[in-house]
Antibody
Framework: EVQVLESGGGLVQPGRSLRLSCLTSGFTFGDYPVNWVRQAPGKGLEWVGF??????????QYAASVKGRFIISRDDSKSIAYLQMNSLRTEDTATYYC????????????WGQGTLVTVSS | SYVLTQPPSVSVAPGQTASITCGGN??????LHWYQQKPGQAPVLVVY???DRPSGIPERFSGSNSGNTATLTISRVEAGDEADYYC???????????FGTGTKVTVL
């Protein structure tokens, strides 16, 4: 059974950093791209960024709203992905979801339950 | 940047059919996916690649995509279908994923 579990959320002050983790199991993690998606309270889904699999160079791409501040990485040996969030702003307050991108496609077929990040002084 | 536009809300009586549209420039040339999100829960993929259903998703959920509009159709609507629905594509030109604005489906 595929499982995706985020952790690391919490309350953080503006300008500070936070690292989220995405622990997975039930599939060959290294073969799949991982995407992060966020949802501000009462708002819609917003794509944050992705990291490709090793076979495609582990390349990364980010939404304009987080580019230069957020970094996605992965440790295939541990089946974990990370979202390093720097220079946090109040508008980064959201539930952050880790998702598996389907093999051979572009849908997000498995999602974690999400972790809430609150940026406030 | 690429934009996907959905109606904010759709209301439907139980047993009837709900149609949710997703508009975007030449969206029919892209592979489009739909997600269902119930309150307090993570999104769930209900249709992928325009019209395919993941295992476990009822046949009542179907999709189409042509021209500038994609549509998610929910037949024989049930109370449990009440949720927010989002469309989603990969925009090759920007290298970014894009979500639609979301539609709240209310079962009367």
């Amino acid at each position: 059974e595929v499982q995706v579990l985020e952790s690391g959320g919490g309350l953080v002050q503006p300008g500070r950093s936070l690292r989220l983790s995405c622990l997975t199991s039930g599939f060959t993690f290294g073969d799949y791209p991982v995407n992060w998606v966020r949802q501000a309270p009462g708002k819609g889904l917003e794509w944050v960024g992705f990291i490709r699999a090793k076979a495609t160079g582990r390349t990364t791409q980010y939404a304009a709203s987080v580019k230069g501040r957020f970094i996605i990485s992965r440790d295939d040996s541990k089946s974990i992905a990370y979202l390093q969030m720097n220079s946090l702003r109040t508008e980064d307050t959201a539930t952050y979801y880790c998702t598996r991108e389907a093999a051979g496609g572009s849908s997000f077929d498995y999602w974690g339950q999400g972790t809430l990040v609150t940026v406030s002084s | 940047s690429y934009v996907l536009t959905q109606p904010p809300s759709v209301s439907v009586a139980p047993g009837q059919t709900a149609s949710i549209t997703c508009g975007g420039n030449d969206v029919g040339s892209k592979s489009l996916h739909w997600y269902q999100q119930k309150p307090g829960q993570a999104p769930v993929l209900v249709v992928y690649d325009d019209s395919d259903r993941p295992s476990g998703i009822p046949e009542r959920f179907s999709g189409s995509n042509s021209g500038n509009t994609a549509t998610l159709t929910i037949s024989r609507v049930e109370a449990g279908d009440e949720a927010d629905y989002y469309c989603h594509v990969w925009d090759r030109s920007s290298g970014h994923f894009v979500f639609g604005t979301g539609t709240k489906v209310t079962v009367l």
